[in-house]
């Protein structure tokens, strides 16, 4: 239900907010060229200017103003496009599209060019301190990459993309680790320990939906911290043990059960002695003593009859 919750917001932010488009622009090199000639023949005009009469001479100047004011505005519109970055164009306030081809770009003399970083970007969360499912504290901490896909929406959706992804995937690691719990505890439940890639998935899908709005792509998330918060870390260490403990000697037993029982079937097969049901109980109590024991037994050899 709360994912569902998400697409739907998401879903509505996405009719209203900008979505990138390609912005018009030229290849930077012929307007640098013609930039600099425009220049130069203003340069020229002046020069000229000099060794005119008065009347020519303030017609050549005007020529000359223009001319220098044409190539100031030419080069203006020169931006620079480095790799992994994109520039949005922006005129009096309304979003023109977006360059991403890197190079010596040529753009409206009067639009204001932003700068967007589009390379792959690691950000890890702080360590946390969350209650899981079963109520029980733990510290958790996540690492995601991810890159903007779409700069319109980085821009003028979100104040601040960094800030807002960074929020955003707290939230989202919180919100995870209160939906599960810890240790699955052999129930075959889903559990942050025991389902480490399927959590990390689910994570992953709740950070898409969380920062759809900001033109975001979440790449890979993955668990880096994931421990029982210090004040219970001993007590469910004692519990884990005691897990550990129980679930080895139930194996020894069934073990020890299987071993008395081919035991007496290979007896009774190959005929070597027949053994009444109350010898059996004595066979069957003394192999399980010996076979269940954490310590050696003392053997003791009985140099009577079967029944001494």
């Not at 889903?190 to 900001?214: F, G, P, Q």
Request: hydrophobic share 50%.
């Amino acid at each position: 239900m709360a994912a569902q919750g998400l697409d739907a917001e998401s879903s509505a932010l996405s009719g209203q907010q900008v979505t990138e488009r390609t912005a018009r622009f030229l290849p930077g090199l012929r307007m640098l060229v013609l930039g600099i000639a425009l220049l130069l023949a203003g340069a020229a005009l002046a020069v000229v200017a000099s060794h005119l009469t008065r009347g020519a001479a303030i017609a050549v100047i005007v020529l000359c103003v223009l001319v220098v004011l044409a190539g100031v505005l030419v080069l203006r519109g020169l931006t620079a496009v480095v790799p992994g970055q994109a520039r949005a164009v922006q005129l009096f306030g309304r979003y023109r599209g977006t360059i991403r081809e890197s190079g010596l770009q040529w753009v409206n003399p009067f639009t204001a060019r932003i700068v967007v970083s589009t390379r792959i970007r690691n950000q890890e969360s702080t360590q946390l301190k969350v209650n899981d499912a079963d109520g029980n504290p733990i510290e958790i901490a996540a690492v995601m990459v991810w890159q903007v896909r779409d700069t319109a929406s980085a821009i003028y959706s979100v104040d601040e993309v960094t800030e807002f992804v960074t929020i955003q995937m707290e939230t989202a690691v919180r919100h995870i680790a209160s939906s599960y719990p810890y240790d699955s505890r052999g129930t075959g439940a889903l559990s942050l320990r025991d389902n480490a890639d399927e959590i990390t998935e689910r994570l992953s899908a709740e950070l898409m939906v969380r920062v759809k709005a900001a033109g975001v792509q979440i790449i890979e998330t993955r668990l880096t911290r994931l421990s029982y918060a210090p004040e219970i870390a001993q007590a469910m260490l004692r519990q884990q043990q005691a897990d550990a403990v129980v679930g080895a000697r139930q194996r020894i037993v069934e073990g020890a059960v299987g071993m008395v029982g081919l035991a007496l079937q290979r007896l009774q097969e190959e005929g070597v002695v027949e053994l009444d049901e109350e010898r059996k109980a004595a066979m069957v109590s003394n192999l399980l003593v010996v076979l269940c024991s954490e310590q050696a037994t003392q053997q003791v050899v009985n140099t009577g009859s079967l029944y001494q």
